[in-house]
């Protein structure tokens, strides 16, 4: 079954540093999809990056960047040159990428990352 | 703007009613989906949609119902059956669950609804 995991459940950052959010999966599909997305206080979800099992080159979307290391099933993303609107939660998400009835589409979920940034 | 609208932002429900949760998008989506999500955790999968009349049952759908009459519309019925309804409630929409592109689907929120019981 798939699985993703978020080992970090609350990080601190120095404004103006990079900080790196942990995210590990699980899968036995060899197509499938990494997403990143941001939760404010207001609630809503917003999406950051994304990465393809079967790209190359690791997912770039302005200061959000994906550390994706495939073979050790982690996608782990980076925020550089922190700002004080980056403080969120951060979830970290997976869809299988096979075709088929059984698919459903849906994302699976990690249990988020709290992300503080300090002045 | 192109985008999901979610209402109301709050609901409470009393004991033994059911009530209706909006989602409208206009972003000419044709898969839709309901996610609920409790304090501190991530987004579970209630119902979901990939075409007009048609939807299916996500993880959760016990004490769940949906409708999709329109391309535009998937309402959240939470039914007097569902004991726990306190959540906060996501509707997700995206351009749908086929293709090459299967994996790149992008999945867009609303703002959510926060459902409590009085």
């Known amino acids: 079954a798939q699985k993703i995991t978020q080992t970090q459940p609350g990080m601190f950052v120095q404004e103006k540093e990079a900080v790196t959010l942990d995210c590990t999966y699980d899968?036995?599909?060899?197509?499938?999809?990494l997403f990143w997305y941001k939760q404010p206080s207001s609630g809503e979800m917003i999406f950051l990056i994304y990465?393809?099992?079967?790209?190359?080159q690791n997912a770039t979307e302005g200061r959000y960047s994906l550390n994706f290391q495939k073979a050790r099933k982690s996608a782990n993303l980076v925020i550089s040159a922190s700002q004080l609107g980056d403080s969120a939660m951060y979830f970290c998400a997976m869809r299988e990428g096979r075709h088929g009835s059984s698919n459903t589409g849906k994302l699976i979920f990690g249990q988020g990352t709290t992300l503080q940034v300090k002045p | 703007d192109g985008g999901i609208t979610q209402s109301p932002k709050y609901l409470f429900r009393k004991e033994g009613q059911n009530v209706t949760l909006s989602c409208e998008q206009n972003l000419n989506h044709d898969a839709m989906y309901w996610y609920r999500q409790d304090p501190g955790q991530g987004l579970r999968l209630i119902y979901y949609?990939?075409?007009?009349?048609?939807?299916q049952k996500g993880d959760i759908a016990e004490g769940y119902s949906v409708s999709r009459e329109k391309k535009e519309s998937f309402p959240l019925t939470v039914t007097s059956a569902q004991k726990n309804p306190t959540a906060f409630y996501l509707c997700?929409?995206?351009?749908?669950?086929?293709?090459?592109?299967?994996?790149?689907?992008?999945?867009?929120f609303g703002a959510g609804t926060r459902l409590s019981v009085l």
């Open positions: 949609s990939q075409i007009v009349n048609d939807f």
């Open positions: 990465q393809g099992s079967y790209d190359e």
């Open positions: 997700a929409s995206s351009i749908g669950s086929y293709g090459r592109l299967l994996a790149k689907n992008i999945q867009y």
């Open positions: 899968t036995s599909d060899q197509s499938y999809g």
